[in-house]
């Protein structure tokens, strides 16, 4: 009569053991074990022993499949991630429409003064040299000299003096005067634009700075509306033409590999049981029941 229980126990307990055996046997032992000098089988573990074989399938896995273009890019641009980025930048807005620190003030949460101050020096250059090269364009001269000319024209012919023929005067030594006044405006923007617009740059410059947010997100809610369309154009542009350089630079196969190898053992086996503990005990189990299974099978027959 015991035989029909014993050959059930018996059976459960052996698959127990066995299987539980297995699987500890894919992470132990962490080292290759000798007797003797011989190789003892199954050292190390299958994990540790295939650790840099996994390493590489799981970067490659993961770039290939997981971390692709086409699954990022899906991602980044879907309605709801672009809902997400319109609403943090609505939150931005919001939030600085009630502070009142300067902008200065603001952007030494983020920079430091010599960042600032680089930053500002530089914009403030290239805004100077972009305009004293458009003044100091001997063209422009002409142009200023020109204008003059046609306006001084345009008043005498429609004055009192002009009924008395002054025009015919003006224009007969227009072209002359045009020609000097032409050559004294390119030398006064030659010797005086950059230090001119320098100064205004300057002034300009240092009365932005001491804006505060509130001032500058209240009232323009135009240029707000089309910053945040040129944010969120920016970024679609960065996904969808940069992203694959970034995924190529980055080279997420490769770090993951890396981060694998570097991985102590036991860290590793840590992170995968604490993943797939339920599971692992499951598969133990389920040696017990097939070894129950058996053991009845074999007494009843």
Do not use: C
Not at 22 to 48: C, D, S, V
Not at 127 to 150: F, N, S, Y
Request: no cysteine.
């Amino acid at each position: 009569m015991y035989h029909y229980f014993i050959g059930p126990v018996v059976g459960a307990v052996i698959g127990y053991i066995t299987n539980d055996i297995a699987l500890r046997m894919l992470f132990r032992p962490h080292q290759a074990k000798y007797f003797m000098g011989i190789h003892i089988p199954f050292t190390p573990g299958i994990i540790p022993k295939e650790k840099h074989r996994i390493a590489a399938s799981i970067g490659k896995a993961v770039s290939e499949n997981l971390m692709n273009r086409e699954v990022l890019e899906k991602s980044l641009l879907s309605d709801d991630m672009l809902s997400k980025v319109g609403s943090a930048i609505d939150e931005f807005v919001t939030t600085q429409s009630g502070n009142d620190e300067t902008i200065e003030q603001f952007a030494r949460h983020y920079l430091t003064d010599d960042d600032i101050n680089a930053m500002r020096t530089d914009v403030s250059n290239g805004i100077v040299k972009m305009i004293t090269g458009k003044l100091q364009d001997g063209a422009l001269g002409d142009k200023i000299a020109h204008m003059a000319t046609e306006h001084a024209l345009e008043k005498t012919r429609n004055s009192l003096a002009g009924r008395f023929g002054a025009d015919m005067l003006v224009q007969a030594v227009a072209q002359p005067i045009e020609k000097i006044m032409a050559k004294h405006i390119n030398e006064i923007l030659q010797n005086n634009s950059q230090q001119m617009i320098q100064s205004l740059v300057t002034e300009e410059s240092n009365h932005l700075m001491g804006l505060t947010m509130q001032e500058l997100m209240t009232g323009h809610a135009e240029q707000v509306a089309q910053i945040k369309g040129g944010i969120l154009n920016a970024y679609r542009v960065i996904i969808t033409e940069h992203l694959p350089r970034i995924l190529q630079d980055i080279d997420i196969s490769t770090i993951i590999e890396q981060r694998i190898n570097e991985m102590d053992m036991d860290e590793a086996e840590a992170i995968i049981l604490d993943v797939m503990k339920k599971e692992l005990r499951a598969i133990v189990w389920l040696g017990a029941l097939l070894g129950s299974i058996m053991g009845t099978i074999n007494a009843l027959f």
